[in-house]
């Protein structure tokens, strides 16, 4: 599946502490012409029940990224294939987008 860039998506994540894997969301932080390519950059997106790291984003606007409990975007950044990428549930608005752009810079730059 190729996804634009802010999509969030579903994707099998591997467990460190046993075997298997569980579905989780991410974002979508490469832009269409390198997602072609057959792999997209990703960011984690989870609950913000873990302890905080550098660059945390809370998403506001649950609604359009698909979310349906308080979620961060994590700058636990990774490359995964397309094909892995289970499904499209939605996309950060504008003003979530604007957040998450200005943490990659500041800490990713």
Known sequence: MICEK???VVVPFPF?????????????LSNEPFNRAGHSVLSMVTTKAHHPWPGDVPI??????GLKVACIVRLKVFTLDNRLILRRVGELSKDDRSGVAAAVSRYLH
């Open 6 to 8: 802010w999509s969030v």
């Open 16 to 28: 460190v502490e046993r075997r298997g894997a569980k579905h989780r969301p991410a974002l979508v």
């Open 60 to 65: 506001v606007d649950l609604g359009s990224a």
